[in-house]
Nanobody
């Protein structure tokens, strides 16, 4: 069973960059689609980005396109979310998620079986 642990959150000022990491256990992680969701205060959880098992395909929410980049290093069993030009509205708890199937509607609804515990990102304006 794959388990996920996020790190890299913190308090930053608007406009700066931050990189989140999601470390996975399990030798089969390389075949899992992996990605990030976030839940802002008082809001529903929303999809942020995902990457295919090979790392060759990436998917983004419109709200982060051009600012966030998702990548993975399967040798390290780690998925990254590089967040640039952070805005106050990016403030949220960020969750890593993984699924053995290819990216699809399950990600739109967050209907996934494997989640990390979350890491808080606070962007001050």
């Amino acid at each position: 069973q794959v388990q996920l642990v996020e790190s890299g959150g913190g308090l930053v000022e608007a406009g700066v960059s931050l990189r989140l990491s999601c470390a996975a256990s399990g030798r089969t992680f390389r075949i899992y689609t992996a990605g990030w969701f976030r839940r802002a205060p008082g809001k529903e959880r929303e999809f942020v980005a995902a990457v295919s098992g090979s790392g060759g395909r990436t998917y983004y929410a419109d709200s982060v396109k051009g600012r966030f980049t998702i990548s993975r290093d399967n040798n390290k069993n780690t998925v990254y979310l590089q967040m640039n030009s952070l805005k106050a509205e990016d403030t949220a708890v960020y969750y890593c998620a993984a699924d053995p199937l290819e990216f699809g509607s399950r990600w739109n609804f967050g209907n996934l079986g494997i989640w990390g515990q979350g890491t808080l990102v606070t962007v001050s304006s």
